[in-house]
């Protein structure tokens, strides 16, 4: 059984995109700012008790590495700034204000900017109203063969989007000027609608996810890795798109793994031993042979009953069909996402 890591849902957000002021900054003026914008990205981790990342080699910021990840020196969003604060109730949720300002270098697409800015947005929102952070793995938004993948950057956004937040509306955007330098940096303000936890909540319950790789060539072997903070039931999901058309298929559990329970600080590495003795594999596959690159996300729920199938098939309603039901139900539940790209041979 040859499981593939298929292609990301093809969905878009509201806001629109349009193209980026002719003026270009200098070379120098760039690498002021984005030598300002990982300063402040210091501040922001020491502030909430992670570790300062080391300067990778030409002076960026050095993402931390992932969970299974073999890319350690992926290039870090330029985040210079981030906030939000509460607006009031919503249809079962809670409104809440995210902004960011990012560094954006002369090479950088006016889509890869905006994405890594409603990423920190979306980010800085969810953090504000519920007081835990966001684990989910983001794509490198930063990649050349991203460049002009508007479509794709803008699925990831909403396939990465985090499981509390129902409903998310961009209010602002745009490039801003720095001191010498124009257009150096891209701002997003937006609203999402945060369904809240209960009061007696475990903030502590978290699960992560991750892949054996970031990039991917076509045929590549992959494995997923899952690691949760409590006892817990996990589900993995695969989201792609078929002829533009999104699609959910539920990997676990399956007729192999029929249910798979962790324990708190336990890693799952699928497919196991077990799996694989059965003929369980997955491989890098683009989802149509005309494509040079695809941008992908694998999902996981964690939840500490396990779910009946109402709730956790996507069968009706794909993904956002499990997020509402997962949120109208009472048992204690979380998320994460790994997004990845494949790349032609």
């Avoid at 002021?32 to 502030?47: E, I, N, S």
């Avoid at 817990?232 to 029929?258: F, M």
Wanted: charged share 20%; with cysteine; net charge neutral.
């Amino acid at each position: 059984m040859n499981r593939r890591l298929a292609p990301l849902l093809a969905a878009v957000l509201a806001a629109a995109c349009g193209g980026r002021a002719a003026q270009r900054p200098s070379p120098g003026a760039v690498d002021a700012v984005k030598a300002r914008a990982a300063a402040a990205q210091t501040d922001l981790d020491r502030a909430a008790g992670v570790a300062p990342t080391a300067p990778a080699a030409g002076g960026g910021a050095a993402l931390p590495q992932s969970v299974g990840s073999d890319d350690a020196r992926a290039p870090r969003a330029a985040l210079q700034d981030r906030s939000g604060r509460v607006l009031g109730p919503g249809d079962g949720c809670t409104w809440v204000i995210g902004e960011s300002t990012v560094a954006a270098g002369a090479q950088d697409t006016r889509e890869q900017v905006r994405a890594s800015a409603i990423a920190q947005a979306r980010a800085a929102a969810v953090q504000n109203f519920l007081g835990v952070d966001i684990h989910s793995r983001l794509l490198d938004f930063e990649q050349e063969g991203l460049r002009s993948q508007a479509r794709l950057t803008e699925s990831l956004l909403l396939t990465t989007r985090n499981g509390r937040v129902l409903d998310e509306r961009v209010l602002g955007e745009g490039y801003r000027d720095d001191p010498d330098c124009p257009s150096c940096s891209y701002f997003v303000s937006l609203k999402d609608c945060v369904a809240p936890l209960p009061a007696n909540a475990d903030k502590d319950f978290r699960v992560e996810l991750g892949l054996s790789r970031t990039r991917f060539v076509q045929g590549d072997a992959a494995q997923i890795t899952v690691t949760a903070t409590r006892d817990c039931t996990v589900y993995l999901y695969d989201l792609y798109d078929l002829g533009s058309v999104p699609k959910t298929a539920l990997v676990v559990p399956n007729e192999i793994v029929t249910q798979k329970s962790l324990k708190a600080g336990e890693t799952w590495t699928y497919p196991d031993a077990d799996a694989q003795k059965a003929g369980v594999a997955l491989t890098a596959q683009l989802p149509d042979s005309s494509d040079d690159v695809s941008a992908e996300v694998i999902r996981v729920v964690a939840s500490k009953a396990p779910l009946p199938p109402s709730v956790y098939d996507p069968t009706a309603g794909g993904w956002f069909g499990v997020m509402r039901r997962l949120a109208s139900q009472t048992i204690p539940w979380t998320d994460d996402a790994a997004a990845f790209t494949i790349y032609r041979k």
